[in-house]
């Protein structure tokens, strides 16, 4: 800021918004004007660009006096952010322009970055689907074969997952498919795999026979976590009817 010479009570020639008056002990013959420099509006980001959700960290850049900071992420009109280096996440994908007002005792300034933020769309997750096969009835009757099959598709992430095949009952339990059997605990067919496409292929063949309980079944399977039912993608179904 520039400080301008101590003036009278009585003179009047400066005024403004940038203009601030102090006096000692409330004497007028003391009154010292600062006259304050408009601030200048900067900033920074990082990272720039990068796979929704994407977390981005801007730094404040400004310079002159400055005591409120308005940040608009996505060129909206809304002020996201009050802060003076905050932290944003960009959720969805697209490429967004950035924009800072700055204000002070010597006024407001703005910078507006136009397409400043690229993010792309997250990668996308491994993929499993699981069905009956091809021309066959969802509904059964003792003596009619069954044959469920997977189709995986790998996706675009790398990390490895866990694989759950389970079948519904008609009394809501589940019963967890290991290698040809099912079996109350549940625990994954396949563990930490790091997928590959594959498919489609039968994983289990079976002809109905008593004392096959009758009702609504369902076949499903996910990937998950490894070492926890926490589902990465969608739940695949395949219902089917039994009557005996």
């Not at 009047?12 to 601030?20: A, M, T």
């Not at 498919?177 to 289990?204: C, E, M, Q, R």
Request: charged share 15%; proline share 10%; aromatic share 14%.
């Amino acid at each position: 800021c520039t400080i301008a010479k101590i003036k009278g009570y009585s003179d009047y020639g400066i005024s403004g918004d940038n203009v601030k008056t102090y006096m000692l002990f409330g004497d007028p013959a003391t009154a010292l004007h600062l006259i304050f420099n408009p601030p200048a509006a900067d900033f920074s980001a990082a990272p720039t660009d990068g796979s929704a959700p994407l977390e981005v960290s801007f730094t404040d850049l400004s310079t002159g006096v400055i005591d409120s900071w308005e940040w608009d992420f996505n060129n909206d009109a809304i002020v996201d952010s009050t802060e003076q280096s905050p932290i944003y996440t960009y959720t969805l994908p697209g490429t967004y322009t950035v924009s800072l007002t700055v204000s002070g005792p010597g006024g407001s300034d703005t910078k507006v970055t136009a397409d400043y933020i690229t993010v792309a769309p997250a990668p996308a997750p491994p993929a499993v689907d699981i069905w009956l096969q091809e021309g066959e009835t969802p509904a059964y009757h003792p003596g009619d074969t069954m044959n469920a099959g997977l189709t995986i598709t790998a996706g675009a992430e790398s990390a490895a997952v866990d694989l759950y095949v389970r079948l519904r009952l008609p009394s809501g339990k589940y019963r967890y498919y290991h290698h040809n059997t099912l079996s109350k605990t549940p625990a994954p067919l396949v563990k930490s795999w790091t997928v590959s496409d594959w498919g489609p292929k039968i994983f289990y063949n079976y002809t109905f026979a008593a004392p096959t309980p009758p009702g609504a079944y369902e076949w499903q399977a996910a990937f998950t976590k490894p070492g926890a039912f926490e589902l990465i993608g969608a739940l695949s179904r395949a219902p089917f009817n039994f009557t005996p």
